[in-house]
């Protein structure tokens, strides 16, 4: 009876090793294919170009899968596109068109080729993108470019990644479209200039600043607000100044002298500079007696400004206030 069992043992192990033998494993691996490198939503949104005079660039990334490393170069060509922009923009705002994401235009970018190589050992391939003229860009807009995988001209790739919306963000040193960023008011002062009926209010809320060009900035007056801002273009354009950086004060290498003009069609006069209220923008260190130290940046302004021709002034001293960590942003 063992040496029946035993005999059935080693009958099925015997079958086992020559299933195994005769099995492809290679096929069970991960294809080597290539693909756009995306989200979920098929948007690649992952890089944030500089405001710099010269521009900058970002890139389009193409991937290849598979489990063990091809064996061989892969060609990738790219083609510009526009199905998946505009899925974007039905399937987020329908009928709302005002609201609708755009292209960049062409006069932003240049892309010096659409062809490329993911060579043996290697998985990705980069393209370059350059931008420049992102200063005239809306920062109340979301743009994009659109790019597909161009079939004829490209080795094995995945139909679900073939297509990739590349997000354009743009930030300086004062700000990003990336995320919204908030300065907070600190010791600030909002005063009606009028002779009958003085007003002095003392905001506490914070104001949202947007990147313009490399050293400018946009934020609302005073204390001033914009309501929803999914609905707020108008008032933004009618309530909005902008702050320009320029250069260092003789006196303190962290501070820039500043200057305060209108967005749009507001009416603003920048005032002489008033104690602390001196019409620049400060790196502030504040250290405490253990030697710990906390990092702001900080506008501090000096102007006043009315929306209507027949309105009394609005005059305002503040400190616009973020915290920060200088290593993070060396990152």
Known sequence: ?????????????????????????????????????????????????????????????????????????????????DS????????????????????????????????????????????????????????????FLNYKIDSSRTDAFNPKKDEVLLRIFKENDYSTT????????????????????????????????????????????????????KTALDRIIEKSIIVTMGEQTSKNPLARHLTIEPYRTIDVVQLTPFEIYDNTFLINVISTPDGRSTYYKEFRLHYKYRLNGSDPYKEVKAILRMEYSPRVELL
């Open 1 to 81: 009876m063992k040496h029946s069992i035993k005999r059935a043992c080693y009958i099925m192990m015997g079958v086992a090793m020559i299933a195994c033998n005769s099995y492809d494993f290679e096929q069970e691996q991960y294809k080597n294919e290539v693909y756009l490198l995306s989200n979920s939503n098929l948007i690649y949104d992952r890089q944030v170009a500089e405001l710099k005079q010269e521009g900058d660039t970002i890139y389009l990334m193409a991937g290849l899968s598979g489990t063990l490393n091809a064996d061989k170069p892969f060609k990738v060509a790219l083609i510009e596109a």
């Open 84 to 143: 998946l922009f505009k899925a974007y923009n039905k399937s987020n705002y329908d009928i709302e068109t005002d609201r609708y994401a755009r292209l960049l235009p062409g006069e932003c970018y240049t892309v010096p080729s659409l062809e490329g190589q993911i060579l043996v050992g290697e998985t990705q391939v980069k393209f370059p993108v350059y931008l420049h003229n992102l200063d005239k860009l809306s920062p109340d807009s979301i743009y």
């Open 178 to 229: 990336q995320r919204n960023v908030y300065y907070n008011y600190t010791s600030s002062y909002v005063t009606l200039l009028d002779k009958d009926n003085p007003l002095v209010r003392r905001p506490t809320n914070a104001n949202q600043v947007f990147p313009l060009g490399s050293n400018s900035v946009r934020m609302l007056a005073g204390d001033e607000e914009f309501g929803e801002y």
